[in-house]
C-alpha cells in the first residue's frame, strides 16, 4: 500500500550542531533508492509502506547504534490506489493557487 512520510530523525543530547549526524540519516535515506525529499525540518519518503518503515528504521539506527540517543517524528499519508504523492499533492495546490 503506497505510504508517503514526513519524518524527522535527530540526535539528542550532542549539542548544538546536529549537521554530520543528520547527513549520515539522509545518506541511508537517499541511499534506500526510495523517493525522497529533504527540507529543512523534514524528509519525505514514498513507497509501499514496509519498505518504508523499513528505511526509516535503518536511518534511525544509523545513529543508535553509535550508542546516540535519537528522536523520531513521524507522520504517514497512507493512499491505497495511488502513487508519486509526494509531487501530485504539491501540484494540486500549485494549481488551485494559480487558478
Known amino acids: 500500500m503506497n505510504t508517503l512520510v514526513a519524518v524527522a530523525i535527530a540526535p539528542c543530547g550532542i549539542g548544538d550542531e546536529m549537521g554530520p ?3 549520515e540519516v539522509v545518506r541511508v535515506i537517499r541511499e534506500s533508492g526510495l523517493p525522497n525529499r529533504t527540507n529543512s525540518m ?3 519518503i514514498e513507497g509501499e509502506w ?3 518503515m523499513d528505511v526509516v528504521k535503518r536511518a534511525t539506527f544509523v545513529l543508535a547504534e553509535r ?3 535519537t528522536e523520531v517524528v513521524l507522520k504517514a499519508d497512507i493512499r491505497p490506489g495511488r502513487e508519486n504523492m509526494m509531487e501530485k499533492k504539491v ?3 500549485e494549481e488551485i493557487l494559480g487558478a
Request: a negative charge.
Open 21 to 23: 549526524e543528520v547527513a
Open 42 to 44: 523534514f524528509t519525505e
Open 50 to 52: 514496509d519498505e518504508v
Open 67 to 69: 550508542g546516540i540517543r
Open 91 to 93: 501540484e494540486t495546490v
